[in-house]
């Protein structure tokens, strides 16, 4: 097939662009880099089947896309950036994904909703499942990522309900592995940075709220199986494997040899307390689940952020 990625230089983005051109499809390529990396496709540059094109799909396109499938990853999707960007965020997940969504109408295409585990907000229900509509603060500091995601899963429905676009919608659980930013504030790359530098591990709260880990391979093989299937409905993509947020730290501590020790600081404004999926949708669905093992995972994301400059 001929893939459009939007957020291809993002983290997930630009994996999902590696697994797809391995699975011999051509890809071309969006991304504005307002928080995407252009060192993500570096290594795509002489790639014949790649093709990359700087724009800002929450703006009119100004082409044609010939596509048999539009893959929407485009929108922060880390706590740092997306308080750094609340508007543009809102603008991606309400006008850019109708812009995309659009493409995928017109070209008959089929269209992947990349959602996220923050529709469901401070969760009463655990773990979650698809079904729960969860507990959002539609006003809080977080808001512009869980509302635009949640009017873009909304969006997307709607044009499947009126137009008859294929789509499909993951609600993607915390994903880590390499070509994170070290700085983005998500947990993983911010204790890997702080336990390689020597600084204090910086746990929010008192480190009892959980998150479930996913290694970005396991993801993205759940999202190209999710892409293909005839399921419209939300699908959770994550590890089901959870642990305590300092159970996490003393593991990141360990495998690093780090002497840093934990600080504790406030817990933000509507920061999740449990965070775990119920993949069940998805192993029945797409005959998908996690293989990765946390160990495995981090040692590959441990040896990808040793080699940069920082550090070396």
């Avoid at 997306?82 to 269209?111: C, M, W």
């Avoid at 070290?182 to 911010?190: I, N, S």
């Avoid at 775990?276 to 996690?290: M, N």
Wanted: charged share 25%; net charge negative.
């Amino acid at each position: 097939m001929r893939i459009l990625v939007a957020g291809a230089a993002g983290f997930i983005g630009s994996h999902l662009c590696d697994r797809l051109l391995a699975d011999g499809h051509t890809v071309v390529g969006l991304d504005n880099f307002i928080t995407g990396d252009e060192r993500n496709l570096e290594h795509l540059a002489r790639e014949k089947r790649f093709e990359f094109i700087k724009c800002d799909v929450t703006q009119p396109l100004g082409r044609d896309f010939a596509v048999d499938c539009v893959a929407n990853l485009a929108s922060p999707a880390s706590p740092r950036d997306y308080l750094e960007h609340p508007i543009e965020t809102l603008d991606v997940g309400s006008a850019g994904t109708r812009n995309l969504l659009e493409i995928a109408r017109k070209q008959g295409a089929r269209f992947l909703m990349a959602s996220t585990s923050e529709c469901y907000g401070d969760p009463h229900v655990h773990p979650q499942v698809e079904t729960y509509w969860g507990n959002v603060n539609p006003v809080g500091p977080r808001s512009c990522y869980d509302e635009s995601k949640r009017f873009a899963e909304s969006l997307t429905m709607a044009f499947h309900r009126y137009y008859g676009v294929r789509t499909n919608i993951a609600r993607i659980f915390n994903t880590y592995g390499p070509r994170m930013k070290l700085d983005d504030g998500r947990v993983v790359p911010a204790f890997i940075d702080q336990a390689l530098r020597g600084a204090p591990l910086t746990v929010f709260g008192d480190g009892s709220q959980t998150r479930s880990f996913c290694y970005v391979s396991d993801l993205v093989d759940g999202l190209c199986r999710l892409m293909l299937s005839e399921e419209r409905y939300p699908v959770n993509l994550g590890n089901p494997c959870e642990m305590t947020v300092l159970e996490f730290a003393e593991q990141i501590r360990m495998l690093t040899g780090s002497r840093s020790e934990i600080r504790f600081e406030r817990l933000p404004e509507d920061d999740p307390k449990q965070r775990k999926p119920d993949i069940s949708k998805a192993v029945r669905v797409l005959g998908w689940q996690p293989r990765v093992s946390l160990e495995e995972g981090l040692d590959r994301t441990l040896e990808y952020f040793g080699k940069l400059a920082a550090y070396s």
